[in-house]
């Protein structure tokens, strides 16, 4: 088992920068992809974020791409994302999720509780 918490969200004005921060515990050191994903009330589950434990090897929706940063501490086994130019579309719960192999797309076997992040206008 792997668990994951996030943390950092909040609410933010548009244009604004926030980071949110994912701490995996368990079965860490198993961990080949983590990402992360949004669902915005009335909204399906959408990818904004994904990358390789090991390598670092990145991805990005175009909906945010050149806006947020994914990014990794293997010897923390923390998760990041930073999420810059904020819109009030980028409202959402975000969750980290967390994949024991290292597959093309990326699969995905955990997830975070998830954390709010309200952009105003």
């Known amino acids: 088992q792997v668990q994951l918490v996030e943390s950092g969200g909040g609410l933010v004005q548009a244009g604004d920068s926030l980071r949110l921060s994912c701490a995996a515990s368990?079965?860490?050191?198993?961990?080949?992809?983590m990402g992360w994903f949004r669902q915005a009330p009335g909204k399906e589950r959408e990818s904004v974020a994904g990358?390789?434990?090991?390598?670092?090897?990145?991805y990005y929706p175009n909906s945010v791409k050149g806006r947020f940063t994914i990014s990794r501490d293997k010897a923390k086994n923390m998760l990041y994302l930073q999420m810059n130019s904020l819109k009030p579309e980028d409202t959402a719960v975000y969750y980290c999720?967390?994949?024991?192999?290292?597959?093309?797309?990326?699969?995905?076997?955990?997830w975070g509780q998830g954390t709010p992040v309200t952009v105003s206008s």
């Open positions: 368990g079965r860490a050191k198993s961990i080949r992809v």
């Open positions: 999720a967390a994949g024991l192999k290292l597959t093309v797309p990326y699969e995905y076997d955990y």
């Open positions: 990358i390789s434990w090991s390598g670092g090897s990145t």
